[in-house]
């Protein structure tokens, strides 16, 4: 899985404003009301995906592709409101996107074994990621709101603060499409890419 979300030199300050103040009307309104309606049917494929990794050890493959086009589109929104890129994400779950990309491979046969582990204990295989993840995320929301103002007052955003918001994001993403039966690799306990945990190899 890699997820991409581009580092910008500068930043626009009025993208920064208008974002804040009316992005719920043009990005989170009409982005969230497709999501929403396409999240009904992301549901029951989540459903019959599920049953069928744990009879056949495959997830339909054109409801693999339908989920991870949802999972793309809604950290295309994501990317924008938390302000890791500038610009108006483009719609639809199949659009293209210079600035935020995620690639899952399809992951064809599945282990049947692992698949029973998570309907059955699921839940408490869970509880360590959210655990991480939980503390993660408040350094995160301070640093969404601290970028805010370096922003407004540099056009930067801190790097450091960049890479840390992208790897909690990367590392959530695992562990959903984990628990989601998208895949069975254990997700790692960590936000770096593929490359890095040299899970490519």
Known sequence: MELYIKYQESYSRSQLLLRTFLGFFYIILPHG??????GFVGFFYTIIGVFSVLFTGVYPENMFNFQVGLQRWSLRVNARMLNLVDGTPPFGKDAEDELVNLEVPYPGQQSQKDALLKFFLGPFMAIPHVFVLWFKSI??????????????????????????????????????LYFSFLNDQYPPFSGKTDEELGLNQ
């Not at 009301?33 to 396409?38: A, D, E, H, S, T």
């Not at 301070?142 to 840390?164: A, D, E, M, N, Q």
């Open 33 to 38: 009301i497709m999501l929403m309606l396409l």
């Open 139 to 176: 350094l995160a929301s301070i640093y969404y709101l601290l970028s805010f103002w370096v922003i407004l007052f540099t056009g930067h955003y801190p790097p450091g603060w960049h890479k840390y918001v992208v790897e909690m994001m990367r590392y959530s993403l695992r562990v959903n």
